[in-house]
């Protein structure tokens, strides 16, 4: 089975730079996801990463070490429409998808 | 922007009820997902095909059946509702493979079990 943790909830100022670590165990690894998810809302693809290494994307990078079960999505910048929560996912082999818990940003003036 | 649709939107029924939720792609995608979340708690895979006629039980036990006998439709089906079915459903699909295999997600349907 698919095992993701996450923290529960993260407090920064806007402005700031907040890092979200993930940590998953998988049968077979095929990729892993971050999502941001406001409340009330579907969630919405960030970023992708199957290989080792760092992916930026404007204000957001992802990390991945597939040797640790390891990834951290930071987001540089921080604005208050950041606020939001922050999904790890994790696909294996045979496509499934499963998600963390999620990481509620709370981004305060 | 994401082709997935999900009807309705927001549906409360009594208690007994058998209902189906809706959810189209119009891009083609094998793979498909229901999730179900309660307000402020974390997304549970119930159910996940990846193509026609292939359908998976998720992590989360559930209820309800679904069906794939066109690959841009996956229906959940409930046959007989309860108050403990009230949660949000979220459908999703992706491609098989490869890079691009980011899952888009519908808006969600909101059920609520009287």
């Known amino acids: 089975g698919q095992n993701i943790d996450q923290p529960t909830e993260m407090t920064a100022t806007e402005g700031a730079i907040v890092q979200i670590n993930c940590t998953y165990q998988?049968?077979?690894?095929?990729?892993l996801f971050w999502y941001q998810q406001h409340a009330g809302e579907a969630p919405t693809f960030l970023s992708y990463?199957?290989?080792?290494g760092l992916e930026e994307k404007g204000r957001f990078s992802s990390f991945l070490s597939r040797s640790k079960g390891y990834s951290y999505l930071l987001l540089k910048e921080l604005q208050m429409k950041d606020s939001a929560s922050y999904l790890c996912?994790?696909?294996?082999?045979?496509?499934?998808?499963?998600f963390g818990a999620g990481t509620q940003v709370v981004v305060t003036p | 922007e994401a082709d997935i649709y999900q009807t309705p939107r927001y549906l409360v029924i009594g208690t007994g009820k058998k209902i189906t939720l809706e959810c189209s792609q119009t891009?083609?995608?094998?793979?498909m997902y229901w999730y179900q979340q309660d307000p402020g708690m974390e997304l549970h895979l119930i159910h996940y095909?990846?193509?026609?006629?292939?359908?998976e039980k998720g992590d989360l036990s559930s209820e309800s059946t679904v069906s794939r006998i066109r690959t841009e439709h996956f229906p959940l089906t409930l046959e007989s509702a309860r108050p403990s079915h009230t949660s949000q459903y979220l459908c999703?699909?992706?491609?098989?493979?490869?890079?691009?295999?980011?899952?888009?997600f519908g808006q969600g349907t909101r059920l609520t079990v009287v």
């Open positions: 999703a699909s992706s491609e098989p493979g490869g890079a691009n295999t980011e899952a888009f």
């Open positions: 998988t049968s077979g690894f095929n990729g």
């Open positions: 990463n199957v290989l080792d």
């Open positions: 996912a994790v696909s294996n082999r045979w496509g499934k998808l499963q």
């Open positions: 891009m083609g995608h094998d793979k």
């Open positions: 095909s990846y193509g026609v006629n292939s359908t």
